[in-house]
Structures are given as C-alpha cells and as structure tokens.
C-alpha cells in the first residue's frame, strides 16, 4: 500500500475505495497514535453507509470489510470523529492526534455452543466465535473473530500508515476509552499485530514472550483442539519462543519448566502473551 496525498493507494497505483464522510472538523491534524477498532455493524459496507450519515455524528478515516475490501471516508491528515471522550499517555482527544480504522466485526455474541448470534439475531458458526471465561468456570462470553484476510490487509495498511506517518503506538479503542468502550476485543490478535506493525524486530521466534494470565497450551491452533492437561494452564509469566503463527493463535516452545515438565511446544491464544 502507497499513500499519496493522504489517501491510501494499492502498490499498482490504483485508488482505494473512496467515500468522503461529512463527519470529520476543519483544519489538519498530524497523527502520533493508530486507533483500531469494531464497527459493531452487520456489515462494511453498511457501517460505510452509516459513517458517512450527518446523523450518525461519527466516522472512521477507513472501514476494512470481513472479505478485505478497504474503504477509506476522511484523508488520514484530517480529524475523523472516531474515539469520542479518550485519553492516552497524558493526551486528552485522541482524534486530534490518532488515525481510526474500523474493522467490519459485530463484537460481543449472544448465547452459546451451537447457538451463537449476534446482537441483531444472525446466526454466528462456532468456528467464527473466540470465547473468553471469565477463569472460574461460571460464564463465558462469546466475541466473533477477524477473517485472516481481514487481518492480513489491516497489517499491510497499517503498515503502511506507520511508515508514512511515524505513527508512535498502535493501540485499542479499549485503551484509550476504558470501561466506555469493548473494541476490537479479545479476539483481536493486538499484541502480534502491534510487534508486526512497529516492526521493533520482524523475527517473533527470536524473542522471548511471556503469559500474561494463566494460559491453555493446546495440540492445535484453535480451542477445539485438546489443551496439554499435565501443564495446563501455563502460569502467568511463563516465558515463550513462537515459533509459527496461524490466524490468532500461535505455536510456541515453552522455555521454563512446568510441572516438572520440559520441552513442551504448544498452541497458545496470541492476545495473552506479550513480549517480556
């Protein structure tokens, strides 16, 4: 991806789908911050619809849909209306200072095992969902994944943005709008993404991460494959080399010794690991 003028362009030189959204304040802005985020919305090209409404009093300088169709609504030097009320490392206003993507996504699920469906009654297969207990045991919540391609085309954007505008830190909604806002969720890979964005080091299986929470270690990259009961879950601070990535998860080498266990290679959830 190439920008030009503030607008996003393919490598050929082609435009990106461009629909300007009234919903964005005069003058400039020189962006620091990348905003990711969850339209919420029953599809991309219905949130571009919405975004791009007066009355929605909202918008996103891009929406990227499940299929990875991109469409970009306020040139990324112009202050999109995207984090509302925020406030990140002292700075009060992030859409003064941020650029916001929207990831076509539909967020928190309704019901259960066999059952899940979004907020507005479409049905949701289990393959789709990534549940996260709350560790006890008594409830479990059900967020719909990213599409991999998805994910692919919002890493080569933003990519691309960072690079143009030496962005400083890719960061959530969440993070910035905490207790008000739940996007882009668990099921969004942010620490993997935020090391392949800044690009700090390229190579993951070279550094050493570590558990943030317990964690499963499991025989397969997804939670319908059998967890390693005799290690699981890792222990907070549990320290790992990845050594593959597939969608969300990621295979890794356990470099400490659990339950007396060594040389254990697994399959772990990527949103609960970091680099130490």
């Known amino acids: 991806m190439k920008i ?3 607008r996003l362009y393919r490598d050929d030189g082609s435009k990106i789908s461009y629909v300007r959204s009234p919903n964005q304040s005069s003058g400039t802005i020189k962006p620091r911050f990348l905003v990711m985020h969850y339209t919420a919305g029953a599809s991309a090209s219905s949130s571009v619809s919405w975004l791009t409404n007066r009355d929605a009093k909202a918008s996103a300088h891009l929406v990227i849909g499940r299929d990875g169709s991109i469409t970009q609504l306020v040139d990324f030097n112009r202050k999109a209306w995207h984090a509302g009320r925020s406030a990140w490392r002292g700075i009060q206003g992030l859409n003064s200072h941020s650029i916001g993507i929207e ?3 539909p967020g928190i699920l309704k019901g259960a095992h066999g059952s899940w469906r979004t907020s507005w009654g479409r049905p949701v297969p289990d393959t789709e969902v990534f549940i996260l207990s709350d560790g ?12 991999e391609i998805q994910l692919e085309v919002a890493r080569e954007v933003s990519l691309a943005l960072v690079r143009h505008y030496d962005i400083e830190e890719v960061v959530g909604h969440e993070d910035i709008a905490p207790g008000r806002k739940k996007d882009p969720g668990p099921a969004f890979p942010m620490t993997a993404f935020q090391s392949l964005i800044i690009g700090r ?8 991460f570590e558990t943030t929470t317990d964690l499963n270690i499991r025989k397969g990259p997804g939670t319908e494959f059998e967890k390693f009961d005799e290690v699981s879950p890792l222990p907070k601070g549990t320290r790992l080399s990845i ?14 010794i659990v339950n007396n266990e060594m040389d254990i290679v697994g399959w772990v959830h990527g949103r609960y690991i970091d680099r130490k």
């Open 4 to 6: 030009k003028a503030h």
């Open 103 to 105: 990831l076509d996504n």
């Open 136 to 147: 006890f045991g008594n409830s479990s919540v059900g967020w719909h994944t990213y599409t």
């Open 201 to 208: 080091d390229s190579d993951e299986a070279e550094e050493v």
């Open 243 to 256: 050594l593959e990535s597939q969608g969300l998860w990621r295979k890794v080498d356990v470099l400490d």
